[in-house]
């Protein structure tokens, strides 16, 4: 396996509600099962469509197939008090352009989805994995969240209208530039498009 030809975080992590999608799944009155319909368009039980808000697939597809970021994990943060939703909902999504076909679940190597402190799900992935706070990388819609987690010295890109095309390279500019942990999303104009909704 080659050198990698850019600097990239070993570990991103992504918050789900709000950030990677909408609606959020306390907003659900069917939740789980969920069925994706032969358009790909994901529904829960009573019939609701969950969409991917902004870059989310566009970024994963990226992400889990360059070679520059072949030996980046994946987590997903989250302080749902539903993730027995939220992990068959993730299954539902598969990334376009993936040679084996995998799903937005099928790619993580971290699942923190439970409520309680952000900080505790970080802890528990750091002490998983060995990655250093330095070496990660933090999406998140809420504010306090982004507070709290930069504190460990982690990456930390706020991101109100979810994974855009600008936060998503505000957070790796961030990153390489190895600058304050705590981005407001607002560095970079967001382009219209990126508040349109895939899946």
């Known amino acids: 396996m080659g050198e990698r030809t850019v600097k990239v975080p070993k570990l991103v992590a992504f918050d789900l509600d709000g950030t990677l999608w909408y609606p959020e799944m306390y907003m659900l009155d069917g939740g789980a099962p969920f069925r994706r319909d032969a358009s790909g368009a994901v529904f ?23 070679p520059d970021w072949s030996d980046t994990e994946i987590a997903y943060v989250s302080r749902t008090e539903y993730p027995e939703w939220a992990i068959p ?8 352009g993936h040679p084996r076909g995998l799903s937005l679940f099928d790619v993580s190597g971290h699942n923190e989805i439970y409520p309680g402190s952000k900080l505790a799900h970080f802890k528990a992935i ?24 930069s504190r460990l010295g982690v990456k930390s890109v706020y991101c109100p209208r979810g994974l855009t095309s600008a936060v998503w390279q505000e957070g790796l500019s961030m990153f390489k530039e190895g600058g304050a942990a705590a981005g407001d999303g607002k560095k970079q104009k967001q382009k219209k498009a990126d508040s349109s909704v895939y899946g």
């Open 89 to 96: 909902c993730l299954q539902q999504f598969p990334i376009p």
């Open 44 to 66: 829960d039980a009573a019939g609701e469509r969950i969409k991917l808000l902004g870059y989310t697939l566009k970024v994963f597809a990226h992400i889990t197939t360059h």
């Open 126 to 149: 750091h002490k998983r994995s060995g990655i250093g706070y330095e070496d990660m990388l933090f999406f998140d819609n809420e504010r306090w969240n982004i507070t709290e987690v």
